[in-house]
């Protein structure tokens, strides 16, 4: 089993930046792949950005590339997102979540075992 808590959300102006975390217990972090994804009222959950379990490849969604910044520490079993220029389109719920081996990353939320339980992020415009 793994655990995952987020925290960092908040309210926000446009423009602004946030740092999420993901702080994950009970599994070998470092053999785990980790993503983050988000979900707006209405919505279907949509992947944000996610780092494989080597931590040397990142992946993002064309709607964040250039803005957000996921990395993950293994020696501290945690998981960062950093977002810069927010938008009011990146409002919604984030969440963190993980795979064991032999995922290596997906942009899939099903091909993720364990989540959090999300942290709200709103932007103002």
């Known amino acids: 089993q793994v655990q995952l808590v987020e925290s960092g959300g908040g309210l926000v102006q446009a423009g602004g930046s946030l740092r999420l975390s993901c702080a994950a217990s009970?599994?070998?972090?470092?053999?785990?792949?980790m993503g983050w994804f988000r979900q707006a009222p209405g919505k279907d959950r949509e992947f944000v950005a996610a780092c494989d379990w080597k931590a040397i490849n990142t992946y993002y969604d064309d709607s964040v590339k250039a803005r957000f910044t996921p990395a993950r520490d293994n020696g501290k079993n945690t998981l960062y997102l950093q977002m810069n220029s927010l938008k009011p389109e990146d409002t919604g719920v984030y969440y963190c979540?993980?795979?064991?081996?032999?995922?290596?990353?997906?942009?899939?939320?099903?091909?993720?075992?364990?989540w959090g339980q999300g942290t709200q992020v709103t932007v103002s415009s």
């Open positions: 009970g599994r070998t972090f470092s053999s785990l792949a």
């Open positions: 979540a993980a795979g064991p081996p032999p995922l290596d990353y997906s942009r899939d939320y099903r091909e993720y075992d364990y």
